[in-house]
């Protein structure tokens, strides 16, 4: 089911806000919320009901992993290893469903052997849930959830909220399961009803009169990368350019005008990302919530910047490989990331520097390197992305 498909927008959506309002007026608030899980969980099944009960698997795994993570003492050895075991189980699920094939694809290729995984259906937002639920787990590990007790129905609310299930944000267990502890997000609110209402139509415009609309001309030069001229090389790079980014953002546009609807506030995931002056501007605002979790989870533990140069830029470089990785199962994703991880090196190399740079060229440097990026990003295949850069 998607936000801008008719069974939700005319029936889904209305009942279950209708439901969840109901039974708050009279004061049934856990019934409220145990509605909202069976409405988030009906949500989702939609899709391929055959996968639900992988998403169930995984919120009792990580959930209890949680519990026993936060019993132990914070950042022990015994929580160390609980750590692991429930990262390398997600990692196992998520590693098997999406890169199983790309990984016996590149094996095929270099061995000339005819070897794979079958065929295997990728679950829907399975990168959103589970990265969510190692960050939940990473935070147990440093003690940050102990005081909090979370409960399952709540814990399970925060990962299946449905605004934020298919296209993010990525949230943290501090930024949602306390906005559901909150009695006064039960009551119905006319003013956050309009605004979710006008935020949610605002993506939905973007989505499906923009990104819908460049869509073809998008497809019809990606499709035929070989013959390209200049001019429509460039108009199928840009058109790509905008079409991803005004479905992106108008998915999390919606995400947070549904989250409203329901006295949720979601963080914002874009702030006019075509506007930086820099790679690292680019990444403070282009999905925000991801940036984040790549920043928190992974390059700061790697070190971050407070080792030698050569050591920042290659955290730098692992941070953006995975995160190439995290977007796809694919080469071209794995060159993405590690072309932004580039970007971003040479970008902590200039500010070493400290030599100014005029703000239109800043703007017209970053704006090119990301429209570079975003060819390899879409290109069918290597050479047809070479073809058209």
């Known amino acids: 089911m998607l936000f801008n498909s008719y069974v939700f927008i005319f029936s889904f959506l209305p009942l279950t806000l209708i439901i969840f309002f109901g039974l708050t007026k009279f004061g049934l608030i856990k019934i409220a919320k145990i509605w909202l899980i069976i409405s988030s969980f009906s949500f989702y099944g939609y899709w391929n009901v055959a996968y639900l009960p992988l998403l169930i698997i995984s919120i009792f795994w990580n959930y209890q992993m949680g519990r026993f993570i936060a019993d132990a003492k914070p ?49 829907l937002a399975i990168s959103f849930y589970t990265f969510t639920q190692i960050a939940y787990l990473v935070d147990a590990y440093r003690g940050e959830t102990r005081e909090a007790n979370y409960d399952l129905p709540t814990y399970s609310l925060f990962v299946v909220f449905f605004p934020q299930l298919i296209a993010g944000p990525i949230l943290r267990h501090d930024e949602l399961i306390p906005q559901f502890r909150q009695l006064r997000n039960f009551i119905f609110s006319q003013k956050n009803m309009a605004l979710g209402l006008s ?73 006019s990302p075509y506007k930086a002056i820099s790679i690292s501007d680019f990444w403070r ?25 050569l050591r920042c830029c290659s955290n730098l470089m692992i941070t953006m490989l995975l995160g190439g990785l995290w977007h796809g199962a694919g080469w071209n994703y794995v060159i993405w990331g590690g072309l932004h991880g580039v970007y971003l090196s040479i970008n902590h190399w200039w500010r070493k520097l400290n030599i100014p740079m005029p703000k239109v060229l800043a703007w017209v440097i970053t704006f090119i390197a990301v429209i570079i990026s975003w060819v390899l990003f879409r290109g069918q295949n290597i050479q047809d992305s070479l073809d058209i850069l």
């Open 199 to 271: 935020l949610f139509s605002l993506g939905l415009c973007k989505k499906v009169l923009i990104a819908d609309t460049i869509s073809p001309w998008v497809a019809l030069g990606f499709n035929n990368a070989e013959d390209l001229s200049f001019i429509e090389a460039w108009v199928g790079a840009l058109s790509y350019a905008f079409q991803l980014y005004f479905d992106f953002s108008g998915y999390s546009d919606m995400a947070i005008g549904l989250g409203l609807m329901f006295n949720i506030k979601l963080p914002i995931n874009f702030n």
């Open 75 to 123: 950042e022990s050895q015994q929580a160390n290893v609980l750590l692991w075991i429930g990262i390398a189980v997600n990692l196992a699920i998520i590693s098997y469903y999406k890169y199983a094939n790309f990984f016996w694809d590149t094996v095929n290729s270099v061995v000339s052997t005819n070897l794979n995984a079958g065929e295997i259906i990728l679950p």
């Open 285 to 309: 605002r282009w999905h925000i919530t991801l940036s984040n979790f790549l920043r928190d989870y992974l390059y700061i533990p790697l070190g971050g910047s407070r080792r030698t140069e």
